[in-house]
T-cell receptor, first 115, second 110 residues
């Protein structure tokens, strides 16, 4: 089946620890995105990547890092510099086409909790 | 990037009542998209509206794009408990960024 997978579903982080959230897609999409969602809030863009080996900061990139070594994979690392990491993290991808008419396909998300 | 205002932020309805959420932009939009996020779930693409005055229906859901392409609405007829969730309208991707506001959270009371 084609789609976007994220793992783990739940993740616990200790203070001062870096953790990496996985995002994989087999939709052959070029563009991939990471969002953060806090309770009762909208989605805020952390990082995005339009092609392999290239990525750009979104609105709230501080304390996060990404890589895009393969088209299918766009992992997000939440570093110890992110002081309030507890949130719901959503990965998305977009099919190729006219940029202004892109739609987004989301993965099931990862809930990160700080212990 | 472009932003939109969506109202209301929250709406509680009795099952069987109708529901409408409105999306407004200060600028003309080339298109608008709607997504639904169930509680605990992820956003799912519903529809994209492109033409001025366009109306599209998906079963009990009716989507409209204003004549001036500055506003849009989603109307649900005879709500069901399966309609519960947050509905987002999003403007076009500009500057490689999508904008997702707070959306409208719909609660359906059985």
């Amino acid at each position: 089946d084609g789609g976007i997978t994220q793992s783990p579903k739940y993740l616990f982080r200790k203070e001062g620890q870096n953790v990496t959230l996985s995002c994989e897609q087999n939709l052959n999409h070029d563009a991939m995105y990471w969002y953060r969602q806090d309770p009762g809030q909208g989605l805020r863009l952390i990082y995005y990547s339009q092609i392999v080996n290239d990525f750009q900061k979104g609105d709230i990139a501080e304390g996060y890092s990404v890589s895009r070594e393969k088209k299918e994979s766009f992992p997000l690392t939440v570093t110890s510099a992110q002081k309030n990491p507890t949130a719901f993290y959503l990965c998305a991808s977009s099919p190729p086409g006219r940029r202004s008419q892109e739609t987004q396909y989301f993965g099931p998300g990862t809930r990160l909790l700080v212990l | 990037g472009q932003q939109v205002m969506q109202i209301p932020q929250y709406q509680h309805v009795q099952e069987g009542e109708d529901f409408t959420t409105y999306c407004n932009s200060s600028t003309t939009l080339s298109n608008i998209q709607w997504y639904k996020q169930r509680p605990g779930g992820h956003p799912v693409f519903l529809i994209q509206l492109v033409k001025s005055g366009e109306v599209k229906k998906q079963k009990r859901l009716t989507f409209q794009f204003g004549e001036a392409k500055k506003n849009s609405s989603l109307h649900i007829t005879a709500t069901q408990t399966t309609d519960v969730g947050t509905y987002f309208c999003t403007p076009p991707n500009t500057g490689n960024q999508f904008y997702f506001g707070t959306g409208t959270s719909l609660t359906v009371i059985p």
